[in-house]
């Protein structure tokens, strides 16, 4: 019998495997999925790969608890090894196994192209991958890239209370969330992400969207403003109602230094994104900016990875962004005028 969304999933399917990480016959596919994940997206991939002419295992398993590196002791040592033994990785996982030691093993050894796309549900694969323009969508975030990297001082702002600003290192990596077809780290479509000079990172980071770093703080989307307080790179302290509450409880109880460090910071540029509670989705929410505390991969170091026991996402809404003074987004909405018709074309 039909299913809701069956020929858009379908669609969207295709043009994941076959545009965006664009397999070849015989690749090897390995799908990765947690008992609380959407088991029909994992199927549907498995099924286009198979068809596309991949080789394909799909692992479906118990949900581990927390993120990265704390998940090990709840998965099966098969699935561990295996992980950078395959040519393509799909990861549906809604408990992440991004950033886990095995996970960069698999990033790093210059064969497997890992997509991460950890919990999405079938609406949501369609909406953010299906009903895309990739052509426009490239076009806008090559050009978002070639501003910022250009940019020395960067200044992000937004009403709940950001205004943090930093340095950038013009050799670190950019990361353009597009294709998936290259060896490493990549991330659902719509994110632009980079690491700034941590000791130059100082000010606010007012998270008034959505937290997501496993256990206690899976906090998803707020009802209140979290605040981060960041003088060169370190959270010197998080203030905020009961909630703030949580997250530095969750942090003190880690008992590690580098989860106070700056990781990333992301902008979101997903077209068709919502703030829902998945945080693949959340922080890709066109407008706003994602920033990461703890484990850096070395996506965004270009070097060995800063190791830490986890890893934090929160995202700020509706923000303000400043490239060396110049104003290319104000409370969310595209203003820098070689932007301004892309962003229409995808119905911003």
């Known amino acids: 019998m039909p299913t809701y969304l069956d020929m858009e999933l379908t669609k969207a399917a295709y043009k994941l495997i076959h545009d965006q990480i664009k397999l070849k016959k015989g690749e090897s596919v390995l799908i990765t999925t947690d008992s609380i994940s959407n088991f029909r997206v994992a199927e549907e991939l498995a099924k286009m790969a198979d068809a596309l002419g991949g080789k394909v295992m799909l692992a479906w398993h118990s949900t581990p608890k927390g993120y990265g590196e704390v998940t090990i002791p709840y998965l099966p040592e098969p699935l561990i090894a295996c992980a950078d033994k395959t040519d393509v990785w799909i990861e549906l996982n809604n408990q992440w196994l991004l950033y886990s030691s095995f996970w960069n093993k698999a990033v790093t050894n210059g064969r497997t192209r890992q997509v991460m796309l950890g919990g999405l549900s079938v609406e949501q694969i369609v909406r953010c991958i299906g009903m895309v323009d990739i052509d426009v969508q490239a076009e806008f975030q090559s050009r978002v890239v070639e501003m910022t990297k250009a940019a020395s001082h960067v200044r992000i702002t937004n009403k709940a209370g950001t205004d943090v600003e930093f340095n950038n290192d013009p050799n670190r990596p950019m990361n353009s969330e597009i294709l998936h077809d290259k060896p490493g780290a990549n991330f659902l479509l719509g994110q632009i992400g980079w690491a700034p000079i941590e000791e130059s990172i100082n000010g606010i980071i007012a998270i008034d969207g959505a937290i997501s770093g496993g256990g206690d703080a899976e906090l998803g989307v707020l009802d209140e403003t979290i605040s981060y307080h960041v003088e060169k790179g370190r959270i010197k302290d998080i203030t905020g109602g009961k909630k703030a509450k949580i997250i530095r409880d969750w942090f003190a109880g880690l008992d590690d230094p580098n989860m106070y460090i700056a990781a990333h910071v992301c902008y979101g540029f997903n077209p068709n994104a919502r703030l829902e509670g998945t945080t ?30 986890s890893h934090i996402d929160g995202i700020c809404l509706d923000c303000t962004v400043y490239l060396d003074g110049r104003v290319i987004m104000e409370d969310g909405n595209v203003v820098a005028p070689e932007l301004v018709e892309l962003a229409k074309q995808l119905g911003h």
Request: no cysteine.
């Open 280 to 309: 693949t989705e959340d922080e890709r929410v066109w407008g706003s900016t994602e920033w990461g505390f703890g484990y850096q991969g070395p996506n965004f170091s270009g070097g060995a990875p800063r190791e830490a026991k």
